[in-house]
């Protein structure tokens, strides 16, 4: 089993930043690829980003390229995410994910086997 807990948000203006924290605990060294996800009410769970622990290899949705950046510490067992320039479209509800499996597309929330609880991070105009 392994536990996610996520850290981090809160309320910014347009053009602020924030950081987000995942810390893993438990069978961390089955984990493959960690990833980030947001959902806002009344839309589908969205791929933020992704890294693959083992390489560091990083994806992000196009939506956030150039703004957010998606890092770990291994010896830490946390996955951070950096959000710059936050846009009031950014706001949602964000979550850490984490799979012991290669293969899928890292931004199918199907392919992740534990979640994080969720933390809000809301953007005024």
């Known amino acids: 089993q392994v536990q996610l807990v996520e850290s981090g948000g809160g309320s910014v203006q347009a053009g602020g930043s924030l950081r987000l924290s995942c810390a893993a605990s438990?069978?961390?060294?089955?984990?493959?690829?960690m990833g980030w996800f947001r959902q806002a009410p009344g839309k589908e769970r969205e791929g933020v980003a992704a890294i693959y622990t083992g390489g560091g290899i990083t994806s992000y949705v196009d939506s956030v390229k150039g703004r957010f950046t998606i890092s770990q510490d291994n010896a830490k067992n946390t996955v951070y995410l950096q959000m710059n320039s936050l846009k009031p479209e950014d706001t949602a509800t964000y979550y850490c994910?984490?799979?012991?499996?290669?293969?899928?597309?890292?931004?199918?929330?199907?392919?992740?086997?534990?979640w994080g609880q969720g933390t809000q991070v809301t953007v005024s105009s």
């Open positions: 438990g069978y961390t060294y089955s984990i493959k690829s």
């Open positions: 994910a984490a799979t012991q499996a290669y293969g899928g597309r890292w931004n199918d929330p199907r392919r992740y086997d534990y």
